[in-house]
């Protein structure tokens, strides 16, 4: 069978992109999978990496603001290789001065801004150099890395003692970048990437294209956004520290059982694509399933505390939440490229995204010592219930409703 030049070209463009956000998501998984090792012998609390990912998540989120804004002006090969290289950089710094904490924090603070110049640029060249069936092959490219980095930073945790796992972190950004900005500037002289396709119209007043947001469910998908975000960032990010805190393993033993659990977490994405298509495509009603059933798992998590049935109840919750926010990033962001918007909106949900997992790592870490993890989990419960009410067909029901009452 013969391939078509479309899909060799998503195919060129869709692997660097992958292995970029890849390094991205080994670089921020890494302060979560050597935790249990910094605060059981690393001069680390769980209230100093509590602000440490509250530190990173904000100024990712705010970075994927800003950054989000800027990638749909600048260039790709910019954004991306300036990001990575610096990142590295930050993270190389972290271990050299964690006996000063000020520095420390600093240090990965800048680290999550500098990992923010990534998504939106990429997201925007997929969308715009691809055909609408190969952009979304390509954002679920990426979005299978973005889960697939946490079980590599997990390895890096169990064979290297925690510093050098941010060495080898950092050595990967680095390396990154430069192949970026390489291979971008070839795909530029083959026309294999082009920029500027999709343009706003210079004719439109302050305040038109969020009315074009708007008309695109930007409202929904934001709160969808923000729910989602606090499960698949912070709830994971504190998934080793659960398992050795209320399950009772090792910080050995839970990383490895974190490095497996999000291997097969991993693995989400081309299930939710499968479960989708078998859906005929109803993105609705793929969201609002994910969330039903991230509930009723989070439910099993709270009554079952045999580790082996927690354990697999807490993964199944992770991966139907992470169902929607795989709509949300895999199908819905590349959908609106016509709007010209694609950078910029892919960083305004991303910040919302962050900024909710900022505000929800902190609140954990002090809620943990506080209400205790069962509670906890019934906050998680709650979050879900709450995502099953923003994924109702409010205007089917409600036109159902007005037939009924003709």
């Known amino acids: 069978m013969r391939i078509s030049e479309n899909a060799k070209k998503a195919f060129k463009i869709g692997t660097v992109c992958f292995l970029s956000y890849l390094a991205v998501y080994v670089a921020r998984n890494t302060l979560s999978a050597v935790s249990p090792q910094m605060t059981a012998g690393g001069g680390f609390t769980d209230g100093q990496i509590g602000t440490l990912s509250s530190m990173f998540f904000v ?143 210079k004719t439109e007043r302050k305040g038109d294209g969020i009315r074009v947001l708007i008309r695109h469910q930007i409202i929904k998908f934001t709160l969808i956004s923000l729910i989602t975000g606090v499960v698949r960032t912070t709830v994971v990010f504190w998934l080793p520290t659960y398992l050795s805190q209320y399950l009772g393993f090792t910080a050995k033993t839970a990383a490895m059982i974190f490095t497996v659990a999000t291997l097969i977490i991993s693995l989400n994405s081309f299930i939710v694509i499968a479960i989708y298509e078998a859906l005929k495509r109803n993105m609705d009603l793929m969201v609002l399933l994910s969330f039903s059933g991230a509930a009723l798992c989070f439910m099993a998590v709270y009554l079952f505390h045999i580790p082996v049935l927690n354990i697999f109840f807490i993964v199944l919750a992770i991966m139907c939440s992470n169902g929607a926010s795989t709509m949300l990033f895999s199908r819905y962001l590349p959908s609106l490229r016509d709007t010209g918007m694609v950078s910029g909106a892919t960083g305004f949900l991303d910040f919302m995204s962050y900024m909710a997992a900022a505000a929800s790592s902190k609140l954990f870490a002090n809620a943990v010592s506080t209400i205790g993890w069962g509670s906890l989990i019934l906050v998680w419960f709650g979050l879900m219930i709450l995502g099953v009410l923003v994924a109702l067909p409010y205007e089917k029901i409600s036109s159902k409703m007005k037939n009924w009452t003709k």
Not at 84 to 109: D, E, N, Q, R, T
Not at 123 to 131: A, D, G, M, Q, R
Not at 166 to 182: D, P, Q, R
């Open 59 to 201: 100024t990712y989120a705010c970075g994927q603001l800003i950054n989000g804004a800027i990638g749909d002006r600048i260039k790709a090969k910019y954004m991306m290789s300036i990001g990575l290289v610096l990142a590295g950089v930050c993270s190389a710094v972290f271990p050299m001065f964690a006996h000063v904490k000020g520095v420390v924090y600093i240090a990965y603070a800048m680290t999550g801004f500098f990992l923010s110049m990534i998504y939106g640029p990429i997201t925007k060249v997929v969308s715009e150099n691809t055909e609408p069936i190969y952009a979304t092959r390509c954002s679920l490219g990426y979005t299978f890395a973005s889960f697939f980095g946490t079980p590599m930073a997990g390895i890096l945790a169990v064979v290297f003692v925690w510093q050098n796992v941010f060495y080898t972190s950092s050595a990967v950004l680095m390396l990154m970048g430069v192949i970026c900005f390489l291979v971008f500037t070839v795909f530029e002289r083959k026309k294999i990437i082009e920029y500027g396709k999709y343009k706003r119209q």
